[in-house]
């Protein structure tokens, strides 16, 4: 993560980050080629961005969490991708000069922003856009959320995770839906608008690893909340146990252009 408005950081955040590369940015992929310059911001582990530098010249990720570089770092150093490179710093104040990017990347970022955060954000993103250049956003929306069996405590634990991450905005659960209409009140023009699902039911082996991300997440958040807690857990027990149990978490896609010849 990064910027000013930060959601609350831990350890199983980036163990769920370094699961989610090719699906968190398969969307945009299309629109990649071979010569851009692209920058990922709010790159946690840098697996989103290692998957988007196999497909531009140069790829780089800043992230204003010490420890998410570090570990994208070790991808780097591990996988010896030679086109990729990462940085601590503040999405509020890009430490790039004007125009250097051809392609601005945000995934599971922009939501967690209030709004003075948000616009200094996108006007960064703007300026060190080239003319034509894209910028591509990827971002939750909870209305699209599908869950069985929907269990009282499920819903508890979802809203404790919203509750922890302090959102910015009141209407940041669906931010998802309204990103291409952000974008463009930001000056960008949108040109395509999408949704996919994070699966985390697609088997019994991913419906283990739910689980337990879930009680690591949860056990987190502090004895002061042990009361909505032991539900919280319990349900996802229950949930684990169910073969046919579905969690879909939806992501709303969104790719727009900085106006000006490509």
């Known amino acids: 993560m990064t910027g000013t408005t930060k959601a609350r950081y831990d ?3 980036l163990s769920f980050q370094q699961k989610r590369g090719q699906e968190s940015s398969a969307f945009f992929l299309p629109f990649l080629k071979s010569d851009m310059r692209l920058l990922d911001v709010g790159c946690g582990p840098g697996n989103i961005t290692a998957t988007l530098a196999a497909h531009v010249g140069a790829a780089v990720g800043i992230d ?3 420890r998410s570089i570090a570990a994208a770092n070790e991808l780097v150093e591990a996988a010896g991708i030679g086109n990729l490179s990462f940085r601590e710093a503040d999405m509020t104040t890009l430490p790039f000069d004007d125009e250097v990017f051809d392609a601005v990347f945000f995934h599971a970022v922009l939501y967690h922003q209030d709004q003075p955060t948000l616009t200094r954000t996108l006007a960064e993103a703007m300026r060190v856009l080239r003319p034509g250049g894209l910028i591509a956003t990827r971002d939750a929306d909870v209305g699209g959320n599908i869950l069985y069996p929907d269990l009282p405590g499920l819903r508890i634990a979802l809203d404790l995770w919203q509750r922890w991450y302090e959102h910015g905005e009141v209407d940041a659960l669906h931010f998802g839906r309204r990103q291409g209409a952000i974008l463009r009140a930001h000056g960008f023009v949108p040109v395509w608008a999408g949704a996919s699902y994070v699966n985390h039911s697609a088997d019994a082996e991913t419906r283990r690893e739910t689980v337990e991300d879930a009680r690591r997440s949860l ?3 502090g004895v002061r909340l042990i009361a909505e807690l ?9 949930w684990g146990a169910e073969p046919d ?4 978490r939806c992501r709303c896609e969104c790719i ?3 106006p000006g010849a490509a």
């Open 11 to 13: 350890g199983s955040i």
């Open 64 to 66: 204003i969490q010490p």
């Open 219 to 221: 056990n987190s958040l």
């Open 230 to 238: 032991d539900e919280a857990l319990s349900a996802w027990d229950v």
């Open 245 to 248: 149990a579905v969690y879909l």
């Open 256 to 258: 727009a252009r900085k």
